[in-house]
Every structure is written in C-alpha cells, then in structure tokens.
C-alpha cells in the first residue's frame, strides 16, 4: 500500500495544486481519494472538474437549461465529475460518501427545479454527459440507450435505421432519458403506447454500495421503483434497454388555433368530453398562451388544437368531423410526415432534416418555474373562461398551459403496475409553465403560476391533488437535506407523485439505501 501511495504521489501533487485544493480540507481529502482511484493523470483532466478549472462553468452550464438555477447566487458544486467508465460512477460514489459531499445525479439538465444540479449542502455532481450511446437493435426491436443521452439522440438513433419503429417518449428533444425515464415519461404515442417508462424491459445501475445491477441481480422490487420512482433516488442508472413500439411509414399532424372571439371556450369545453374516448391511433393536445390579437395593440388568449394521427389524412379527416366537428378541421391544416418529424414538428422544429434532433442546444434557455395537474372530471365553460382570462395578466407575457389528453393505453394499465399512477380515469395532464426573462420578474412570474394553481384547485384531482414527478415542484413540499425526514413529512409530496405507491417507494428505498446516500429534495426516503 505505501508503494501505491508512493507511485502516484507526484501526479497527486501535480492535481491538487492546479486544482487549488489541499488535503487539509475534506474537499481535498475528497479529490485525493477520486484520484488515488482513477490513477490516470490523461483521464483525471477529462472526469474531474474543479472550480479553479477553466473548464467549470461551461461544464456545468453545458445542460443547465433553467436559467434560474444558473445565477450568481446559485451554489455551485465543488466538483463536477463527469465519468466516462463505469468504474469511475463507482469511485465518485465510494469518494462522495467516504467524505461528506451529497451526491447529484445529472443526466440532462431539464430539471425544473434545479435538484440535479443545486444543493444548499456541499455537494458534487455526477454529471453522467459522457454515457450517451444509443444502440438500435431493429431485428429484435429493442435499443439500449445510456442516460445521457437525449431523448432526440434515441429518436435520431432509431429513425436512421428504421421508418417503421419509433418510442414512445417525449416531445422535447433535448431531455436527458436518465430523468425522463425515471418518471415516467408521457409524449404523443402515449394514447397508443402507454409511457416511455412502459417500455423499459432492463436496465444496469450502480447501487449505493458500488454494486453494478442489472435486472436479474438488482430483483423486481427495485427494478420497479427505477421505472417511475426517481432512479437517482436509488441508484445510479447508466443505461436502460427499452422495446421500439410500431409506427406507420406516415402520420398526420394539424393544428387548428383558436382565440377568445372565435368560441376557444366553448370548443376546449366540448374537447375535454371527447379527446379521451377518441381512438387509440389519435393523439390531441391543446396549448394555451397569450397572443396578439386582430385589434391592434390588443392581446387575447388561444387554445391551439394539435394531434398526431397514425394513419394518413383521409383517414383523419372524416374520423375528426364525426368524433369533433366542432374543431372544424380542415385538409389545409393538415400535414403528412414520418413519425421522427413529428417530433420536429411539436417541438416548433423546423422538419426538413432531422440532424437537429442531434443538437443538444438547439433550444434556448430561459428561467422558468412549473406546476402540473391531472383532471378528472370535465371542467365548466365558466371556470375554462376563469382560467384563460388569468393569461391576459401582464405576468403571463410568455406563459403557456399543455393540456394533453389521456385515456387509450393509460386506462388499460393498472395504477400500481409502475410508480407513476396517473392512468385510469384521467382525462387530462394539465402542465403550466411561466417563463421569464428578466430576474427582476422572477417574483411576479412565480406568484401568477401559483395563482393559477390556486385557482385550479375546483377542477384538478382530489385527495391527493396528483402531479407529475418529472415536472418536479418543490411547492409540494420538500425533505430535511441534512438530518432525518419522517414518512410522514416526505409523504406531504410523495402521494401527489405517487399516490398508494409512494408506500411501497419507501420500503423499496429503506432496503436498497438505508443509510440515505441519494437524495435530495423530493427524493423518496428510507424508513
């Protein structure tokens, strides 16, 4: 062992000084051990980035697409390692907890509250960007797909192969699938398809102990709570295998807006009695925001009526007249395309090439906040017209609600098949976001949204008031990051996510993490 210690202690020497550290401080203790264990000076400036690095800030800010977690103010990480082996996963885990630093997981960056990112404690992130390879197996319809990568990354992986095999995931192409699989994950295909998380048929973690898992070794239990319950509340998960879901070589996408004087109400109030019972092949969304309106310097409110069809338009077309004439769907509103360009096309997307399915920074970034909500039971034209009226405040200037429908698949699966339970009887996700840019509007802008959410109260679910776990909101309610959080604290948020499963999350979690090394915010806990 002192042989060991004697072989690397220059290049120990060498790391510590350009890093500003020394081994006095736990920090330095901290880099000292992730160090000795990767033992490779060309590897080490490649995984560790240290504060002193001029490589730090665009390292961390490279997948930050929440301005509001990348201020002055912002703690910032003392470390941010981004390995690019397994065995380096296992070191940063050994190191973080061998010296006291909590441990953020960061996959993509698209989290709405910053957890994977910010902790108020001294903390390092695991940032796993160098794990994203997409592997398409289109014989057996399977892919294995690393954390890191992006949900475009996949989608790119599997339409260079295959017009004929899509998955059924998000439309935003820039999320990191570690965290939009750990929650579920619910797109256009959902009607058809069920969740992205439905789908997910193996997957290999490092565990809090460094143990490398995969299906078999990990059990069903925790294999369970992995596909909906926060993987980084578990676990490390690197990589997932997931089965591709069949598409036709042509969809149909449309989009019929609507403002406040051409009866937006009234059409979204007969929408909500019909989009969950029309066929399965049918997926209908509705977007609300502010817009200009015919009357110069005015403003009004539009509900834009989008769907994704799979099947051409002429099916389409007679199918909407019958089930929803009062759309007033037309040929012209209408287009043909592959199912991988209808990912283009919902993210605002130009959709002659889909190479920009590759680019990670093709959005820009912006400071936002979100709150999500399931309903249940249709809403009156009265509180539909409440709701659109509180979008011509001044605070709701880049404010936008997605309504986006349920019921086919989502009512055929059992509430406790996974961790996410929002399925049967749902006939709507409803997810608000307001947007700013200013910081000096940040406080306004986060007060109308929670406005909105207060007013939403009459017509969102009841007991508990459901939201969606990958929308995280820590208005909910949020855990002791140092020191114990009871069940019963925990469980203020957690049966919002979860509902009777959040119970089973947490026993799940006291016997794979009983000491709490992952966690954060709205992590589940241990008992």
Not at 243 to 254: E, N, Y
Not at 408 to 436: C, K, T
């Amino acid at each position: 062992m002192k042989f060991l210690q004697l072989s690397v202690l220059p290049l120990l020497i060498v790391i510590l000084s350009l890093n500003g550290a020394t081994l006095a401080h736990p920090y330095g203790d901290f880099l000292h051990c992730l160090s000795l264990r990767i033992s490779n000076s060309s590897t080490i400036s490649k995984v560790i980035y240290t504060q002193n690095n001029p490589s730090y800030s665009s390292v961390l800010n490279a997948s930050i697409h929440n301005a509001r977690f990348s201020t002055a103010t912002t703690p910032k990480p003392y470390a941010i390692i981004t390995p690019r082996k397994t065995s380096h996963v296992q070191s940063t885990i050994y190191c973080s907890d061998n010296h006291g630093f909590q441990l953020r997981i960061r996959s993509g960056g698209h989290d709405v509250e910053g957890v994977s990112y910010v902790s108020q404690v001294p903390f390092v992130i695991l940032d796993l960007v160098n794990f994203r390879e997409v592997k398409v197996d289109t014989e057996n319809e399977v892919a294995w797909v690393q954390s890191g990568a992006t949900t475009g990354e996949l989608y790119y992986g599997i339409a260079s192969k295959t017009q004929t095999l899509g998955f059924p995931a998000g439309i935003c192409h820039t999320i990191g699938i570690g965290g939009h699989l750990s929650g579920g994950g619910f797109g256009v295909l959902g009607r058809k398809y069920g969740l992205a998380v439905d789908h997910v048929i193996d997957a290999k973690l490092v565990d809090a102990n460094g143990r490398v898992l995969r299906r078999k070794s990990m059990g069903e239990d925790l294999f369970w709570a992995i596909r909906g319950g926060g993987g980084n509340t578990f676990g490390v998960v690197l990589a997932w295998k997931v089965k591709l879901v069949p598409v036709p070589p042509v969809v149909t996408v449309f989009t019929v807006n609507k403002n406040l004087e051409q009866n937006a109400t009234k059409i979204f109030h007969r929408w909500q009695y019909i989009a969950h019972k029309l066929p399965k092949d049918l997926f209908t969304t509705v977007w609300v925001m502010k817009v200009n309106s015919s009357q110069v310097g005015k403003k009004t409110v539009q509900a834009g009526f989008r769907g994704m069809f799979l099947g051409g338009v002429d099916e389409l077309l007679p199918l909407i007249q019958h089930e929803f004439p009062e759309l007033g769907l037309a040929k012209e509103n209408c287009t043909q395309m592959s199912w991988v360009q209808s990912i283009l096309y919902f993210g605002g997307l130009p959709i002659q090439t889909v190479d920009i399915l590759l680019n990670r920074h093709a959005l820009p970034v912006s400071s936002l906040k979100a709150k999500t909500d399931f309903v249940r039971e249709p809403m009156s034209e009265t509180g539909i017209e409440g709701f659109m009226n509180m979008f011509l405040e001044e605070e709701a200037d880049f404010a936008i609600t997605m309504i986006e429908a349920f019921g086919g698949r989502m009512d055929e699966i059992r509430e406790n098949e996974l961790p996410y339970p929002h399925r049967a009887g749902i006939l709507f996700e409803s997810s608000y976001f307001v947007q700013w840019t200013n910081e000096a509007d940040a406080g306004l802008c986060i007060n109308w949204i929670r406005r909105l959410y207060s007013y939403m109260a009459s017509y969102a679910s009841k007991s508990p008031r459901e939201a969606y776990y990958n929308y995280k909101d820590l208005d909910l309610g949020t855990n002791n990051i140092i020191g114990y959080t009871s069940y019963e604290q925990a469980s203020v948020w957690g049966l919002k996510y979860f509902k009777n499963n959040f119970k089973r999350l947490v026993q799940i979690k006291t016997k794979v993490d009983p000491m709490n090394f992952f966690r954060n915010e709205q992590s589940i806990p241990p008992l």
